[in-house]
């Protein structure tokens, strides 16, 4: 019977398929969760060959099974699934202890008011996956990918026609004839104008200023979103991956999820801001120029910088920021 039983419960229970894992600030907060965690990693060590039972005169648990992966992952044939499971001792650990607030589209509205209160956060939703050094690398070859595709889907025979028209005007003994009738050409056929039309071309300054603000602002970030929307307002949750932390490449990623998922994600992480603006505490006050010194100016200067970079970097009115440990399906 108790057999029959815990097969159910497997059954029942969800698998996590993990797309993220930051082990270190995992293994980091487990060594805290797990009394004794650090100083047995330690002892093993300084003795390898010998299996610690006790520690303190304590038996171990769960932190004894989540010391003995650590130990494991730091050798030389470090196993992901151990971090895996590792990951569902530390999250059941963290809920059984009542330090996890759950956010789903159907009790946001019950729910956020208490985001500051657990102490970690678990939201799940459709997700939006923005990977800003492929827009950066897309807004600095847009031109020449817009020419493709004007090429590829109407603009071919157009060209071959304009080659073959320009080398016969080449051929034109007469120079001023020649001039003429390229530059007759060239008038008639204006590849420029016809791909701006299609909204394949845009203003190059344009393009190197939009890539340089967001390569300034956001340096490359991979960056995972799970907007909710119900009937009274709009929320966002936002959280910057690690690139080296994903469990496969960002492009697969994407290509097998979409940018826009249909499946729903769970992000689970540590909520870090989560005030609006004016409840933000402003302690970098404008100084009195008379009594300016080195220091103070300097603050001045990172004030006003932090205020420009706001504009275009800032947290949004109704975003939370989430420092992420973990992204993963459930199924």
Known sequence: MMNSSKSENNATKKIKSFHYLDTEKMY??????FEGLTDYVLK??????????RQKGREWGSGKVLADIIEESSGTTE??????????????ALIQADRV??????????TIGSINDKGFVRVTGRVLFNDIKKVIHSLNNFNEFGYAVWYVTQGKDLVKTYKETKDKANKIVDRNKRAAAISRLDGIINFKEQIEKEGLYLDPDNLANMGYLLDYGYEGQFEAQIPIVNEKN???FSAILKREMLQEKEDILIKKYSRETERRFTIFGIPVQTQGETAKLNSRRALDEDNVVLK?????FVSALTKLEGTFTGKLPNEY????????IEI
Request: proline share 2%; hydrophobic share 35%.
């Open 296 to 300: 103070q100016a300097m603050m001045n």
């Open 44 to 53: 093993s060590k300084q003795s390898s060959n010998q299996e610690t039972e």
């Open 79 to 92: 196993k992901r699934f151990l971090h895996d499971y590792a990951y569902n001792l530390f999250e059941d």
């Open 321 to 328: 920021v989430i420092d992420p440990i973990a992204v993963y």
């Open 28 to 33: 980091s907060i487990s060594s805290q969760i």
């Open 101 to 110: 607030l759950d956010i789903t589209e159907e009790n946001i509205s019950e």
């Open 234 to 236: 709009d929320y966002l």
